[in-house]
């Protein structure tokens, strides 16, 4: 008989290999064990292999002395991710980097994130796991879209963060023990391709903007829609980002090109040739007001929307006018590298081809009439 069974003792699951640093006899994993802020408890180093094991635990508990020398006290009034969801709530509501719009974003995916995640404010950060955070996933694809699902997964990861500097955590179960980022957990995205109009359309889209709907002030209201549809035109004759379009000046223009401010990146401020579309407007712009912000409104979301609403057509985002841009321009015969890099990408063209590599229906039977496998030529093709 095995003499660690007699009596009323239960078989040996831990290994002690030094101080601190045991080895789970069932699964052969190494676990480093230490208290902070409550009762000693093991945390699995997620390798059976010894040298690895060591490493780790070293850094582990490197991290945990740093946390008892930082002096901070957890309040035993934070201990779970309910507690954790009010302090971000509380810096959420007093930050002034975020507009309304955005904070309300946010406090719509803290509310899906409570609904998903069974008993959300028992929940202990240190309890989420690698197949927590899967399971998680698998049930927000049920009712949402990979977006939805990629930002309710963010702002778990942001109440993590916080949960780290309670010291509730010391590892983030969204980045493996190599340091990457666990890419699995994310729901893939589908690129959107979207329904623009036609070149047709999108001047009746803009003339539609233009005419003021009722009401009184009918000097403020035509201001307002003429605003509002240079917004529009804007973006759409320039490729620009709705805040890099925001950011343009008058003194940005210089005949032939205009400098666009990136704001997403330091890649994306660049400097594109000026359409002739775009041109006129300037011209227009520059008779009232030559110095200054090209654009006296920020958004044009609402007054495009209704515009497309009152002619039939699918509703339009600000992006899409920069889709239209790119669309127009590659239907154009520019190629999709140089369209990308108007547009400010820094991928040589990747995000363009996945996005754009397709053309509307229209553009591509005026394209298939040159194709022949034949010497004669084709429909629509001049012959040589």
């Known amino acids: 008989m095995n003499p660690e069974t007699l009596g009323n003792s239960k078989p040996k699951t831990w290994e002690p290999v030094e101080p601190n640093f045991y080895r789970n006899l069932k699964s052969g994993i190494y676990y480093s064990r230490f ?46 991710l309910g507690d954790i969801a009010r302090i ?15 904070k309300t974003n946010y406090l719509n995916w803290l509310k899906r994130l409570q609904d998903a995640l069974p008993n959300f404010d028992r929940v202990l950060p240190g309890s989420l796991t690698f197949n927590t955070l899967l399971d998680l996933r698998n049930r ?4 949402y879209s990979p977006a939805s699902v990629n ?28 340091g990457a980022v666990q890419k699995s957990i994310w729901s893939p995205k589908k690129t959107r391709k979207p329904m623009l109009p036609s070149k047709h359309d999108m001047a009746r889209i803009f003339d539609e903007m233009e005419k003021p709907q009722g009401g009184s002030r009918i000097a403020l209201l035509t201001a307002q829609a003429k605003a ?10 320039s490729g620009a980002r709705l805040e890099e379009g925001n950011a343009a000046c008058m003194e940005d223009w210089r005949g032939d090109t205009i400098h666009l401010h990136g704001t997403k990146s330091e890649s994306s401020d660049r400097v594109i040739p ?27 979301r609402g007054a495009l929307e209704r515009a497309c609403e009152r002619l039939g057509l699918p509703r339009l985002r600000h992006h899409d006018l920069r889709h239209y841009f790119a669309t127009v321009c590659i239907e ?43 010497d004669e030529p084709a429909a629509g093709s001049t012959p040589a």
């Open 140 to 143: 927000l694809a049920i009712d």
């Open 274 to 300: 000026v359409t002739r579309e775009l041109r006129a407007l300037l011209t227009r712009i520059k008779k009232t007001r030559p110095t200054g912000p090209v654009l006296t409104v920020r958004t044009s």
């Open 228 to 237: 509002a549809a240079e917004h529009a035109r804007f973006l759409a004759y």
């Open 151 to 178: 930002q309710t997964l963010s702002l778990l990861r942001t109440l993590l963060r916080i949960a780290r500097e309670f010291h509730l955590v010391t590892d983030d179960p969204f980045v493996a023990p190599d």
């Open 35 to 80: 208290g902070l802020n409550g009762p000693r408890t093991f945390k699995s180093l997620k390798t059976s292999v010894l040298t690895v094991a060591r490493l780790r635990h070293k850094k582990k508990m490197a991290d945990i002395e740093k946390a008892r020398q930082s002096g901070i006290t957890l309040s035993k009034d934070i201990r779970t």
């Open 332 to 374: 154009s015969g520019v190629d999709i590298p140089t369209v990308s890099r108007w547009l400010g990408h820094s991928d040589g063209g990747t995000l363009a081809m996945k996005t754009y590599g397709h053309l509307r229906d229209e553009h591509s039977l005026q394209a298939i009439r040159k194709v022949s496998f034949s």
């Open 88 to 102: 971000f709530g509380e810096r959420l509501k007093a930050s002034t980097e975020q507009d309304d719009s955005t």
